[in-house]
């Protein structure tokens, strides 16, 4: 019998960690059965590098989660051929009913519940083989098995649970803190964001005595989710649920570690040949990156020519020229002025277009292979819109103007014009990062730019109908 797609997820991480059965698809790669893997330290880094393994895949943050399907849902892209099968197309259209949706969606649920499981195995297990982990290490990795949690948990709360001012006592998405073949009931809303804080605060805890990147180490823990991409993403938890106090307080323990540098325009409009790779992503700004290895394909597939227009995923030209307001100074915003680029009469998005190879070694020189998990400009734009009066916050918003090279607003605009602005720079900001779409949602849009007039329950994506046909406790 058919069993559902959250224990489907979970009985495949079992079934890893069973026998001589690999854990995960890791580099280096292991054989080793549970028993073996969880008596060294090594077998326990093995196991963490296989979660950030998971949330690389296609399935996750190497393209559903964020170039790819959530992007489509944002309506970042605009290539629909009624007489063709486009990419994303009936994701584009919003048609939640559709195969193409529904597959969608059961990939990212069944995918994150079983990354879920897995760090959930690593929690126990720091527990049950404490004996062989230094204290540095037991806090490290368990710190950081505990956040992925709550990173989970939460983006899947984000795309499947009601919006927290109407919905935070319904029903939304089961929280698994433990591996087994149980069909959790659902928690609610309040409930996710309750349980994925309390993680939170314990993996704060943990990480910021042994944390590298506090006292030194800052590139190389930038694709961990670390002590500041903690501070980082309790910051976007306490927004979504109203708590504007503890979200600005978060986000200036990020900001003002001064641990992150805005790019410059030398490194965001550098000609990309030999050494000197044009820094797309803002590298030194990514508090959490995830690193994609063969991200190639995908950004080939997606935002690479392909004989037509309408087999790729872009805006018009016209679009893009609406989105970063050029008619309003945006020509030299380096969103718009070292993102953009034509090929074949078309233009694309080369946010993650790439310089390097899928076998090249990480290196200083090494910008690409990246998604975004939390940026700087995110905390800045958490602090304007929780600040005490418009004139504070848009002091914040201009502090991202700036580094993007456009001029400032000015400090007498209204809340309401603050907070179109800052929607404004959600939309330039975020742009085939996965993100927006969740924006709109939690801030209510009657509209996503460039979309339809929006129902609020069109923000929610259904629950794939696996789960709901045969875990009962979704039943009123």
């Not at 915003?333 to 694309?348: H, I, K, N, S, T």
């Not at 090249?360 to 600040?387: C, F, H, K, W």
């Not at 179109?420 to 996965?434: D, M, P, V």
Request: with cysteine; net charge positive; aromatic share 12%.
């Amino acid at each position: 019998m058919k069993r559902t797609t959250l224990i489907i997820g979970i009985l495949a991480i079992v079934a890893m960690f069973s026998g001589c059965k690999k854990f995960l698809d890791v580099t280096p790669k292991t054989s080793l059965s549970e028993e073996q893997l969880f008596t060294s330290e090594v077998g326990f880094q093995q196991a963490l590098s296989g979660v950030y393994g998971q949330l690389a895949s296609s399935k996750l943050y190497g393209d559903n989660l964020s170039m790819g399907f959530a992007s489509a849902l944002a309506q970042n892209y605009a290539t629909i051929d009624p007489a063709s099968s486009v990419q994303l197309q009936q994701t584009q259209l919003l048609n939640y009913a559709s195969t193409e949706v529904v597959s969608y969606t059961d990939s990212i649920w069944s995918a994150s519940y079983s990354a879920i499981a897995a760090a959930n195995k690593i929690i126990a297990n720091t527990e049950a083989n404490r004996s062989v982990l230094s204290n540095n290490s037991y806090a490290l990795l368990r710190g950081e098995a505990l956040a992925l949690r709550a990173f989970l948990h939460f983006d899947l709360l984000r795309m499947f649970g009601p919006e927290y001012t109407a919905g935070a006592n319904l029903k939304a998405i089961p929280y698994k803190k433990d591996v087994n073949q149980n069909a959790n009931p659902p928690a609610t809303t309040a409930e996710v964001v309750k349980f994925a804080l309390a993680d939170l605060k314990e993996a704060e805890s943990l990480l910021l005595p042994v944390d590298p990147i506090v006292t030194s180490d800052l590139r190389a823990r930038r694709n961990k989710l670390n002590y500041y991409g903690v501070k980082a993403l309790e910051a976007r938890i306490m927004l979504y649920s109203g708590d504007n106090t503890g979200a600005a307080a978060a986000a200036n323990v990020v900001i003002s570690s001064g641990k992150y540098a805005f790019v410059t325009q030398a490194a965001a409009g550098a000609v990309s040949s030999g050494l000197t790779v044009r820094d797309r992503l803002y590298f030194n700004e990514q508090v959490f990156m995830i690193r994609v290895r063969d991200i190639l394909p995908t950004v080939q597939r997606y935002f690479r020519f392909r004989g037509a227009a309408s087999q790729t995923l872009t805006r018009s030209a016209a679009n893009f020229s609406t989105l970063y307001e050029t008619n309003n100074g945006g020509t030299s915003d380096f969103r718009f002025a070292f993102r953009l680029e034509q090929e074949g009469g078309v233009p694309f998005p080369s946010k993650f277009w790439q310089a390097s190879s899928s076998t090249t070694p990480i290196t200083d020189n090494l910008l690409d292979q990246y998604v975004p998990g939390i940026r700087l400009s995110e905390m800045y734009y958490i602090l304007a819109e929780t600040a005490s009066t418009p004139a504070i916050g848009v002091s914040y918003l201009n502090t991202v103007r700036l580094n993007r090279g456009i001029g400032v607003l000015p400090n007498t605009i209204t809340a309401s014009t603050l907070k179109g602005e800052i929607t404004k720079e959600y939309q330039k900001e975020f742009y085939a990062e996965g993100q927006l779409f969740f924006y709109y949602k939690r801030i209510k849009a009657s509209r996503m730019q460039f979309g339809p007039a929006m129902a609020q329950s069109q923000y929610i994506l259904p629950i794939p109908p696996s789960e709901l046909q045969f875990n009962p406790n979704y039943a009123n």
